[in-house]
């Protein structure tokens, strides 16, 4: 059974900083594809960052050089680095991952993903 449990998430001011952390249970965090999306107020779910099993990393333009997805592969664990955050980043962020490559240029659908984790808020005030 696949279990992804995020934490991190704050409020913060704008041009601060955050790591939002996604631990992994029954899922490999290299095995395939994992992904970070999130949904704004009154939004849908946009992906913003994905890495593949090779390391091949993509990012939504909107967090292009502000973000950075990494994993831990001892910890099983996958991170989400925000920096300089501004209030249009305030949003739930969530884990997700699927069992096989990544697809999808610039960015995955959410609907490409099986497994996703109950999210995280990231409240960015101005």
């Known amino acids: 059974q696949v279990q992804l449990a995020e934490s991190g998430g704050a409020s913060v001011q704008a041009g601060g900083s955050l790591r939002l952390s996604c631990l992994a249970s029954?899922?490999?965090?290299?095995?395939?594809?994992m992904a970070w999306f999130r949904q704004g107020p009154g939004k849908g779910r946009e992906g913003v960052a994905y890495i593949s099993r090779g390391g091949t990393i993509r990012y939504a333009e909107s967090v292009k050089g502000r973000f950075a997805i990494s994993r831990d592969i001892p910890k099983n664990t996958l991170y989400l680095q925000m920096d300089s955050l501004k209030p249009e980043d305030t949003a739930m962020y969530y884990c997700a991952a699927r069992s096989r490559p990544c697809v999808g240029y610039p960015m995955s659908s959410y609907q490409d993903f099986t497994y996703w984790g109950q999210g995280t808020q990231v409240t960015v005030s101005s």
């Open positions: 029954g899922y490999i965090v290299s095995a395939h594809c």
